[in-house]
C-alpha cells in the first residue's frame, strides 16, 4: 500500500513538472494575456485567466467522456476547430491593433468579455484537447478507476496551468503605467498585436496534419 501511495504521488509529480513545461512553452495564452494585461489591467488580464482555465477544464470532462478522441479522429472535426482558433486569434490580434479598448475598472461587461474570450481561446485549440488524448492518458495507471485519475490530472494541469497564466498577468500588468503616454502605449500595443497574429499563423501551420 505504501509502494502503491508512492508510486502515485511520483505519478502525479511528474504529470505536473510535465504540465509546468508545456506550460511555458510559448504560444497563444501567454501572448493574449500579455496583450490585455500591458494595455487593459490586472483585472481584464484575471477574467482572462478565468476563461482560459474553465476552457481547459472543459476540455478535461470532454476528453474524460470521449468527445476528444472523436475529434481526433475526424479530420473534418479537427479542422473546422483548428481554423476557427486561428481565425478568433486574427480576430482578437486585429482587436488589439485598431485600439479598441473596453473600459475595465468598474465594468462587469468587460469582465465578461474577457472572460468569454479566454474560454473561446482553448475550446477552439485543437492542441489543447489533443493534450488530454495524447499525454494525460500516459499518466493514468492501469489498475486504478480511469475517471477519477483524469479528473485529478486535470484538476493538476488546470492548476499548473492557471499559475503561470496569473504570473504572465501579475508581470504584464506592470507596464500598465508605463503606457499611460499615448505614442508608447500604441507602439507596445501593436506590437503584441502582431505578435499574436504571429502566433496565430504559427499555431495554423503547428497544429495542421
Not at 485600439?99 to 468598474?106: K, M, P, Q
Not at 502605449?185 to 495542421?208: P, Q
Request: hydrophobic share 55%; charged share 15%; net charge neutral.
Amino acid at each position: 500500500m505504501e509502494l502503491a501511495t508512492s508510486s502515485n504521488l511520483s505519478t502525479l509529480l511528474s504529470f505536473a513538472l510535465t504540465s509546468l513545461i508545456i506550460e511555458l512553452t510559448p504560444g497563444p495564452n501567454m501572448t493574449y494575456l500579455a496583450l490585455v494585461s500591458a494595455s487593459e489591467g490586472r483585472r481584464a488580464g484575471f477574467a482572462t485567466v478565468a476563461g482560459i482555465a474553465l476552457g481547459l477544464a472543459v476540455l478535461g470532462v470532454v476528453a474524460a467522456l470521449g468527445v476528444t478522441e472523436l475529434i481526433q479522429a475526424s479530420n473534418l472535426l479537427y479542422d473546422g476547430l483548428r481554423w476557427a482558433g486561428v481565425l478568433f486569434l486574427l480576430y482578437l490580434a486585429w482587436e488589439g491593433w485598431v485600439g479598441r479598448s473596453e473600459a475595465v475598472a468598474n465594468d462587469a461587461g468587460a469582465d465578461r468579455r474577457y472572460f468569454t474570450r479566454g474560454l473561446l481561446t482553448n475550446l477552439l485549440n485543437p492542441k489543447a484537447a489533443i493534450f488530454y488524448v495524447a499525454v494525460l492518458p500516459t499518466f493514468i495507471v492501469a489498475d486504478r478507476p480511469v475517471l477519477a485519475q483524469t479528473i485529478t490530472l486535470t484538476a493538476i494541469y488546470v492548476a499548473v496551468a492557471t499559475g503561470i497564466h496569473a504570473l504572465i498577468v501579475v508581470l504584464a500588468s506592470r507596464l500598465e503605467p508605463l503606457l499611460n503616454d499615448a505614442r508608447i502605449e500604441g507602439i507596445a500595443r501593436r506590437a503584441l498585436s502582431a505578435l499574436l497574429a504571429a502566433v496565430a499563423i504559427w499555431f495554423a501551420f503547428s497544429t495542421a496534419r
